[in-house]
């Protein structure tokens, strides 16, 4: 009998080249910036990094003292909770009719797509002005069908799910070209076999489609829902944090404390920073738990 040879680490030197890209990019831009933060989080310092001194766990005591906080953790919850579904549910919905190969879905698929290259920032700025109660397009055909014009962004209890509506549509699209390629990727034997056991759309649909693209579907869910709990651009564009703080989310007001509102308090905003990050880490692991798996035993 011939013998193995004993697995040695150096054999996997070239795949080490290629992943350290990568790994250098990672640790410059998340991994440096993620540590840096929890020492910061334990000191008094400015934004002008004057007068700096240990402040141990103060930091931390206070932001659960903080009712800002708890209205900004609501928020960004809360903005998760509707987004991601709304989100992954359009896409869902919309992958059936466009999971076609002709040339007709195809540009259907490419325009939705669209708006998600796009900036957030100016999405943001665009619906701002097509939503202003004085001068946007959307009141004005309110007004011409007879409707009183709505102030979408200055009505506390519009401002965030219109956020929450304009954030679906503008990275549905990425969702859409995810799933509707796993679509494709069904075969068509178990629609043929399923059609001549004389069953339906909605049967198809939720026994043969769901099933086969669920994997798909739980990685939309975790990477929208760690996205939606950084919620940040279109909540400062559109309303910055208003009215009455209903739309300031936590890494909003992570920006407020840190870099907009006097003093400066670099200390505190990274101690907000390491909070949010222990939530997503929370949220993610118990996502991984219950969707992930599943999706990876489904694949199996």
Known sequence: ???????????????????????????????IPLVSSLVISLLNMNIFMKDISFAGLTNFKQLFQDSRVGNATFNSLYFTL??????????????????????????????????????????SIV?????????????????????????????????????????AWKGFGYTLTLITAAVLNISASLYEAADMDGAGQWKKFIHITIPGIFPTIS???????????????????????????????????????????????????SSISVYLFVIIAVITFVLKKLVLNKGEEAND
């Open 1 to 31: 009998m011939k013998k193995r040879k004993k697995y040695r680490p150096h054999y996997q030197k070239c795949a080490y080249l290629f992943i350290m890209p990568s790994m250098i990019i990672l640790t410059i831009f998340v991994f």
């Open 82 to 123: 509707f987004e991601v579904p709304l989100q992954v549910g359009l896409a869902l919905l919309l992958a059936m009719y466009v999971a076609k190969n002709n040339k007709y879905t195809k540009l259907l698929r490419s325009t939705y797509y669209l708006p998600f290259v796009c900036s957030m920032t100016a999405i």
């Open 127 to 167: 619906w701002s002005m097509l939503l202003d109660p004085n001068m946007g397009l959307v009141p004005y055909w309110l007004e011409q069908i007879g409707l009183d014009s709505v102030s979408f962004l200055k009505d506390p209890n519009l401002a965030m799910p219109t956020v929450i509506v304009v954030t």
């Open 219 to 269: 990685f939309c869910v975790v990477t929208t829902t760690i996205s939606a709990l950084q919620v940040f651009d279109q909540t400062y564009v559109m309303t910055q944090g208003g009215p009455l703080n209903r739309t300031e989310t936590v890494v909003q007001y992570i920006y407020d404390r840190g870099f907009q509102t006097a003093p400066y308090d670099l200390g505190y905003a």
